[in-house]
């Protein structure tokens, strides 16, 4: 049966240079291209399954429709009383989370997939920079004392937050070695991708644990303090170790490439 995606209009952030309604880049407009599928049509599409990424709740929607909910934390009180759509789950911690808020629904997880298509490796010969990649907001320890304890132990800080598209992340990763997160907060339908984004070229994650980053456990090194962070940042100024570790995550984020994931939409 043919599929049709369908997300709110994408746009870029006044004085933020970044996207804005990135999920519906990710879960559908990248994911139709794959598949050859639809994206947001005006008709046709009725006969179609229909994947509604992070919907209003005001559509028209199609007698075959999934609502992919992402982190939308509203969605879950309007789906309480609509149990005739299926629900697709971002993480293993959404999935556990709206299994049992949601239980009389039918629940699919499919997670999203990373951002490097072409499967990038690091190609950097010093390992010198740190990064902290996505949304500034999700890093919820001051930028400038980071930065001084970084430089205390040899290492740069690079911030990257302004990106319009999936090459711009890509480019993004690029330019860091180690990744570094920073989020004390227990939200259950957020996923790890950002720590397979970073795999997926072999750069490693530190950072604080969540409930969302379970899937991942193993492949980053978690920590509870930030003088913790800084201990096992510094850790990976060893060549041979951090290989080690580079050469694991890559082939784990694997498991999160757009051919892997595509497959799981065409067993909807």
């Not at 008709?43 to 909910?69: H, L, M, R, T, W």
């Not at 999700?138 to 970084?150: A, C, G, H, V």
């Not at 050469?247 to 497959?263: G, N, Q, R, T, V």
């Amino acid at each position: 049966m043919h599929k049709s995606f369908f997300g709110k209009p994408l746009s870029i952030r006044r004085n933020m240079q970044r996207i804005d309604n990135g999920s519906t880049s990710i879960r559908a407009e990248q994911i139709a291209q794959y598949l050859g599928a639809k994206f947001n049509p005006a008709e046709g599409y009725e006969d179609d399954i229909c994947i509604y990424v992070k919907p209003s709740g005001n559509e028209n929607f199609a007698k075959n429709s999934y609502i992919d909910i992402v982190d939308g934390f509203t969605l879950v009180n309007w789906l309480k009383t609509r149990p005739q759509f299926p629900i697709i789950a971002v993480s293993k911690s959404a999935y556990d989370y709206l299994t049992y808020k949601l239980p009389g629904h039918r629940i699919i997880l499919i997670p999203q997939q990373h951002c490097n298509f072409e499967r990038t490796r690091r190609t950097r010969k010093e390992i010198n920079t740190v990064g902290i990649i996505g949304l500034s907001s999700s890093f919820m320890y001051p930028f400038d004392e980071m930065e001084k304890k970084l430089k205390s132990i040899g290492m740069n800080l690079f911030t990257g937050f302004v990106f319009k598209n999936r090459m711009d992340v890509v480019n993004l990763y690029k330019q860091i070695d180690i990744q570094i997160t920073w989020r004390t907060l227990n939200w259950r339908l957020k996923n790890p991708l950002k720590l397979y984004n970073a795999a997926s070229f072999g750069i490693p994650t530190v950072g604080y644990r969540e409930d969302c980053y379970r899937e991942f456990e193993n492949y980053y090194v978690p920590v509870k303090t930030i003088d913790e962070l800084i201990s096992e940042v510094n850790k990976f100024k060893n060549a041979d170790y951090y290989n080690q570790f580079s050469e694991k995550i890559a082939a784990k984020a694997e498991d999160w490439h757009i051919s892997k994931i595509a497959k799981l939409y065409n067993q909807l």
